[in-house]
């Protein structure tokens, strides 16, 4: 859970590889990456980039994360602008992820760069 990990990022520095909108795009379509919305579960009802598995920040587990979803893939950490994301990012680098990645600019960067979202879920 999120209390578990809340200090361990600010322990060490972990930078995060950011990708841009295209390249995750890319990345989903070739069956190359998981999409990781870490938003509460009413901003995913509203609007989600199809696919995407829900994991919200509020009870963000790392582990379980990890466990269900990196076998072999890179994962695409994603939230509305990109900060929550970083957060989740960092949470997931510290319990020992690698292949993480955050969507700069969200789901936000995503519709502004043409790609379909599913309202309304």
Known sequence: ML???INTPSKQTLDVD???AQTAKSWLDDNRAVL?????ADEYQQQNIE???LAP???FDADAVLGEHEKNKLLIIQ???GGRSCQAAKYLLAAGGT????LTGGIEAWKAAGFPVVSGQ
Do not use: H
């Not at 990781?36 to 509460?40: N, S």
């Not at 292949?99 to 955050?102: F, L, R």
């Open 99 to 102: 292949k993480i990645y955050n």
């Open 18 to 20: 950011e990708v841009d």
């Open 36 to 40: 990781i919305d870490v938003r509460e």
């Open 57 to 59: 920040l509020s009870s």
């Open 79 to 81: 939230c509305r602008t």
């Open 3 to 5: 209390e578990r990990n």
């Open 51 to 53: 696919g995407a598995c």
